[in-house]
């Protein structure tokens, strides 16, 4: 197996949460507005040491498209995918780009976005009830 090269992103960074591999900067991001399976997701104009899967069709909310999921290319978890082809004629400007799920990141602060936060805070509500 060859050495594995990493490119060291300088900047606000989104790293890998597993393993803190650099995979994009904050000016990279297009939108926020982005949802996965795990909550929130953000779009990005490019992102770095990632490895790329086989390219699928997959019905999304915004219709159909050709996408490819992604994966860290240190640890080898997955972190979102990548736009091959929007069928769509209003959301081709997608194409060549990739979705980082936040649940699978560290943000610049070191911060992880942890799904389950709000369902503890909504349980400890009820519970004083």
């Known amino acids: ?3 594995l090269c990493l490119v060291t992103l300088e900047g606000k960074i989104y790293s890998c ?3 803190k591999t650099h995979l994009a900067l ?10 996965c399976r ?3 997701a953000y779009l990005f104009s490019k992102v770095a040491n990632v490895t790329v899967g086989v ?3 997959r019905m999304m909310m915004t219709g159909l498209h050709t996408v490819a999921d992604i994966f860290c290319v240190k640890c080898g978890s997955i972190v979102g995918w990548t736009y ?14 990739s979705v980082l799920e936040r649940f699978k990141l560290s ?4 911060s992880s976005y942890w799904v ?6 909504i349980q400890s509500e009820q519970e004083e009830v």
């Open 1 to 3: 197996m060859g050495r």
């Open 17 to 19: 949460k597993h393993c």
């Open 26 to 35: 904050c000016d990279d991001i297009v939108s926020k507005s982005f949802n």
């Open 38 to 40: 795990h909550g929130k």
């Open 55 to 57: 390219k699928e069709d």
């Open 84 to 97: 091959e082809t929007a069928h769509e004629k209003n959301q081709k400007y997608k194409k060549g780009k």
């Open 107 to 110: 943000g610049p602060d070191g």
């Open 116 to 121: 389950s936060h709000e369902t503890q805070i």
